[in-house]
């Protein structure tokens, strides 16, 4: 699983190093294009998962000491903050689009300063690009917890074998950790600049 | 791995605290006019929650020396990634090549 991991680093580590170097050459439009995001609901979300963060290494704690029912309960629980971040995603995206900052749909930002809208679009590919993936890696987390719900449901899990509860749990963090990254980067980092 | 050196849920508890305090000094933070500061606060605290998340959550602490190799390097070909880019795009300038970004 930490293999999987070290591979994922390097997966996300390309989107990462891409936007960095974009916002070193294209710095007002970054600016520009950071300071439409929702603070509060980027605050909230970082929130909800590290709460999920919290529920997951509990149901792994209580798979280990083999108690079955709490064991559920904290995968149950990290599901459902789970689609809570998705949720609120969800709202950040109908923004955007409502706000018409989709590159490719329905793309129309008006600029003011020394850049262009086009740099904007590069921006907002990234932004997409990168809570996408983030996103789609979500999706999958969720999948990979139904599938431990029902395998823990049926007894599966026992003190001398619980490693799927452990690697979905470390697969869970890591995408906790790309996020803890992604908050930053997009939301906070050009808040309080001119561009 | 020895039970005794295994994480406790008052750890857990302790650690989830702590990350949330980080996420609101951040965001805190990022209200303030700081310049280049701002960015480096905000990655600075980003990477101690990172720590947090990977030495704790994911038992890296207690983990095997092979795995923490393993996560080292991954990170170590990440900054090499990334400062091997920069330092090429931040120099292209210092030369009389043309640079695609201006």
């Known amino acids: ?195 | 791995m020895s039970e005794h050196a295994h994480p406790t849920v008052k750890t857990f508890v302790t650690v989830w605290a702590a990350l949330l305090v980080l996420t609101a000094l951040t965001v805190f933070v990022a209200t303030l006019e700081l310049g280049p500061f701002n960015a480096i606060v905000a990655l600075t605290i980003a990477t101690v929650k990172a720590l947090l998340v990977l030495l704790f959550f994911m038992e890296l602490r207690y983990s095997t020396a092979l795995t923490k190799v393993a996560v080292t390097a991954a990170i170590f070909f990440f900054l090499l990634l990334v400062g091997l880019t920069l330092s090429d795009y931040l120099t292209r300038g210092w030369t009389s090549y043309i640079n695609p970004f201006h």
């Open chain 1, 1 to 195: 699983m930490w293999l999987f991991l070290v591979t994922e680093i390097m997966f996300f580590g390309g989107m990462f190093a891409t936007y960095l170097i974009y916002r070193l050459s294209y710095y007002n439009a970054w600016v520009a294009g950071s300071q439409t995001m929702e603070i509060q609901l980027g605050a909230i979300n970082t929130a909800v998962l590290i709460c999920s963060s919290l529920t997951m290494v509990m149901a792994v704690h209580f798979a280990k000491i083999g108690n079955r029912k709490l064991t559920s309960i904290c995968l149950i629980l990290t599901l459902l903050l789970g689609f809570a971040f998705l949720g609120i995603k969800g709202v950040e995206y109908h923004g955007h689009w409502v706000h018409h900052e989709v590159p490719g749909l329905n793309f129309d930002f008006e600029h003011h300063g020394n850049y262009s809208s086009g740099q904007v679009a590069i921006f907002f590919s990234l932004y997409f690009a990168m809570t996408g993936m983030h996103a789609v890696h979500m999706i999958i987390g969720a999948g990979l917890l139904t599938w431990l719900l029902i395998a823990n449901w049926r007894g599966r899990f026992t003190p001398e074998y619980n490693t799927p509860v452990e690697m979905v749990g470390l697969y869970w963090h890591f995408v906790d950790l790309v996020w803890i990254y992604l908050f930053p980067l997009l939301y906070l980092i050009s808040h309080h600049h001119n561009g």
